[in-house]
């Protein structure tokens, strides 16, 4: 988990609400991501940024957006339209965002929904 | 399409003996594989991973995974395990073709005990 922070460790969010999940990394990576982790569902890529300013959709965008203002920053917004959002959430990090490259993951948070 | 299958959802062997997890993929080119670590309620800790050369990879803990480009597998392995080990075990793959931008396919997640 070094070098990565995510905040909160536990999230709770009420009908119709917004939240914002916070990642930090100081590896001076250009490239960030960020996971869905269901029970049996293995990890699936939400959107993911190689560069500041600019990020790309993974496979379950819907309901979430993300900014990508500074380089050691990829806060993730879970909207009110994502309907499901009880899950575990991972940000990761890794060097360029290239195929040989290790990503390396944060500690987590938890969203549960009130 | 690149994925990957984890066909044991739950593998359980005694502490002291040797244990296989096992990971099989599917990429169009040649593939890059990653197996990573994860606690209860922690994030993934990085474990090994395969890009070229020797078939066998030895990685953190002890654990050591051996490429099969004939079966595509690529099999976790440990000599003896410990009851320490006991945890949820990812495998991921990448294209070498690059152009996914770095994305990884993991797998659905192997749940590993260790008894004393």
């Known amino acids: 988990d070094g070098g990565i922070t995510q905040s909160p460790k536990y999230l709770f969010r009420k009908e119709g609400q917004n939240v914002t999940l916070s990642c930090e990394q100081n590896l001076n990576h250009d490239a960030m991501y960020w996971y869905r982790q269901d029970p049996g569902q293995g990890l699936r890529l939400i959107y993911y940024s190689q560069i500041v300013n600019d990020f790309q959709k993974g496979d379950i965008a819907e309901g979430y957006s993300v900014s990508r203002e500074k380089k050691e920053s990829f806060p993730l917004t879970v909207t009110s339209a994502q309907k499901n959002p009880t899950a575990f959430y991972l940000c990761?990090?890794?060097?360029?965002?290239?195929?040989?490259?290790?990503?390396?993951f944060g500690p987590g948070t938890r969203l549960l929904v009130l | 399409a690149q994925s990957v299958a984890q066909p044991e959802d739950q593998v359980n062997v005694a502490e002291g003996n040797p244990l296989t997890v096992k990971c099989t993929y599917s990429v169009s080119g040649n593939p890059y594989l990653f197996w990573y670590v994860q606690y209860p309620n922690r994030g993934l800790q990085f474990l090994l991973k395969y890009i070229t050369g020797d078939n066998l990879v030895k990685g953190s803990y002890g654990f050591e995974a051996e490429f099969n480009k004939s079966q595509t597998s690529f099999h976790l392995k440990k000599p003896s395990a410990l009851v320490s080990d006991s945890a949820l075990y990812f495998c991921?793959?990448?294209?070498?073709?690059?152009?996914?931008?770095?994305?990884?396919?993991f797998g659905r997640g192997t749940q590993l005990t260790v008894w004393p």
């Open positions: 991921a793959v990448r294209d070498e073709r690059g152009s996914t931008l770095g994305r990884l396919y």
């Open positions: 990761a990090s890794s060097i360029g965002g290239g195929d040989q490259e290790t990503q390396y």
